[in-house]
């Protein structure tokens, strides 16, 4: 079944104590990207990539990081996480050029105390 | 101007009933538009693409107005399953960005 794989699904820590959400996609899509979701302001993008080894900044990157060292795999850092990260993450993976071929992770609901 | 707009709602309509939402945009040179379908919490799901003047999928209907920068879906008869958040999608610059608006929420009842 093509899947992104996202986890963990809930997660809570604490300020500073750094922290990996995983993505996973099983779809050899060279395209994977990190959206963050708050309320009243829709789905905003954290960082993507284009292909193995090549990452880009999407619109809200501070205080995150990301890797790609293989296709499958796009886990995005959280180096010393504070409380205004606590949000709705989604990863999504997509068939180059063809955003209906957009698939989304079913999200890591992230709460920093 | 936000990069692209959507009405919060949310619209609380009857089952059966027909409900519009829009969607506005502000870069004139995006050529393709998309609505997807969110449940509380759950990832966002593509319901339609619109890359001329709209797209028909049963009960849905997407159209583009590009002199008022604006895409609109309709819902005819709808369903108690048809109760989510739509959310309005604009590639900006390439398809590597796109720009989600914050969604409408639809509540159908009985």
């Known amino acids: 079944e093509a899947q992104v794989t996202q986890n963990p699904r809930y997660l809570i820590t604490v300020t500073g104590k750094k922290l990996t959400v995983t993505c996973s996609q099983n779809?050899?899509?060279?395209?994977m990207s990190w959206y963050r979701q708050d309320p009243g302001l829709g789905l905003r993008q954290i960082y993507y990539s284009m292909n193995v080894e090549v990452t880009d900044k999407g619109d809200v990157p501070e205080g995150y990081k990301v890797s790609r060292k293989e296709k499958r795999n796009f886990p995005l850092i959280l180096e010393s996480p504070s409380p205004n990260q606590t949000s709705l993450y989604f990863c999504a993976s997509m068939d180059r050029g063809l955003p209906e071929k957009l698939f989304f992770g079913s999200g890591t609901q992230l709460s920093v105390l | 101007r936000k990069e692209v707009e959507q009405d919060p709602g949310p619209f609380n309509v009857p089952e059966g009933a027909t409900v519009a939402f829009n969607c506005t945009y502000s870069?004139?040179?995006?050529?393709?538009f998309f609505w997807y379908r969110q449940d509380c919490r759950k990832e966002p799901k593509l319901l339609m693409s619109v890359y001329s003047s709209g797209n028909e999928d049963g009960r849905f209907t997407a159209q583009l107005n590009r002199a008022s920068q604006y895409i609109s879906l309709l819902i005819r008869d709808s369903k108690l399953s048809d109760s989510a958040t739509y959310l309005c999608?604009?590639?900006?610059?390439?398809?590597?960005?796109?720009?989600f608006g914050a969604g409408t929420r639809l509540a159908v009842h009985p």
């Open positions: 870069n004139s040179a995006s050529q393709s």
């Open positions: 779809m050899n899509h060279e395209y």
């Open positions: 999608v604009v590639p900006y610059g390439g398809y590597n960005k796109l720009i």
